[in-house]
């Protein structure tokens, strides 16, 4: 039987628990000299072939100037119309997140990167199909902003896979979903 791709969240934060400014603005994010092997980003690149992001995610990524190319795959949830100038590789969803991830983790290939935003990363929670959380924690508190997930009534145990402190006091966490790990 072939190994279900996993689906991981690799995001970064601030301390008190936001991805973004309410804005959208990173500065407080990417002002800090980011350690050789920028968070261990190069390596996690190479295990995915698959980037899932929302509709705001994707916008914002478009205009920091981002570029959609072959061979990943880029899937945008949305309830929104495909835009007009979207790059033709970037594919756009409006059904359900768990029957498409569902069926998208069966089929070959590599892990499955979900980018964000909070209000995604919660609806691949409530259904159970984020695998791994490998969350970036910047010191520094920004008081308001975008949350790493969006609020909902809903607990969600995490099994501690790793802890690593970076020299400019970044700290990444790696959490496994086990309820899912083990499906």
Do not use: C
Not at 73 to 85: K, L, Q, T, W
Not at 95 to 124: A, N
Request: net charge positive.
């Amino acid at each position: 039987m072939p190994k279900r791709r996993k689906v991981i969240v690799n995001i970064g934060t601030s301390a008190d628990g936001f991805i973004a400014r309410p804005d959208g603005d990173l500065e407080w994010l990417t002002s800090r000299p980011a350690p050789k092997g920028f968070y261990g980003m190069g390596a996690f690149v190479k295990s995915i072939d698959t980037k899932v992001l929302g509709r705001k995610t994707y916008e914002a990524s478009v205009r920091l100037g981002a570029k959609f190319e072959p061979p990943t795959r880029y899937i945008v949830f949305s309830r929104e119309a495909r835009p007009v100038d979207a790059p033709l590789g970037v594919e756009f969803v409006s059904e359900p997140v768990g029957p498409f991830m569902s069926r998208l983790g069966e089929q070959p290939g590599k892990d499955i990167w979900l980018m964000g935003g909070g209000g995604l990363i919660s609806s691949f929670l409530d259904e159970g199909a984020i695998d791994e959380l490998v969350i970036t924690v910047a010191p520094v508190f920004i008081g308001d902003g975008i949350p790493l997930i969006a609020r909902r009534r809903r607990q969600v145990p995490l099994e501690l896979l790793s802890v690593q402190q970076f020299e400019n006091g970044v700290v990444q966490l790696h959490y496994q979903v086990p309820s899912v790990a083990g499906r």
